[in-house]
């Protein structure tokens, strides 16, 4: 399991961010409160995940919080 994605912020969208890890960049789904937490594209950014595996895709949601 994905727990927590570090890195830089590659894409900043109105429903999902797109974070930079060494290479790789991860597409996390996000909520309007957790976007409210993401800085400009280039900056260091840390969310919680969520992945849901289904039979016909990958889902990674995001998270400013724990609680979230």
Do not use: N, Q, W
């Amino acid at each position: 399991m994905i727990a927590l994605i570090s890195g830089r912020v590659a894409v900043r969208r109105s429903d999902h961010v797109v974070v930079d890890c060494g290479g790789v960049g991860y597409r996390l789904a996000v909520s309007t409160e957790t976007l409210k937490h993401v800085p400009a594209v280039g900056h260091d950014l840390l969310l919680h995940t969520h992945l849901v595996v289904r039979d016909d895709a990958l889902a990674l949601y995001g998270f400013a919080t724990e609680e979230e």
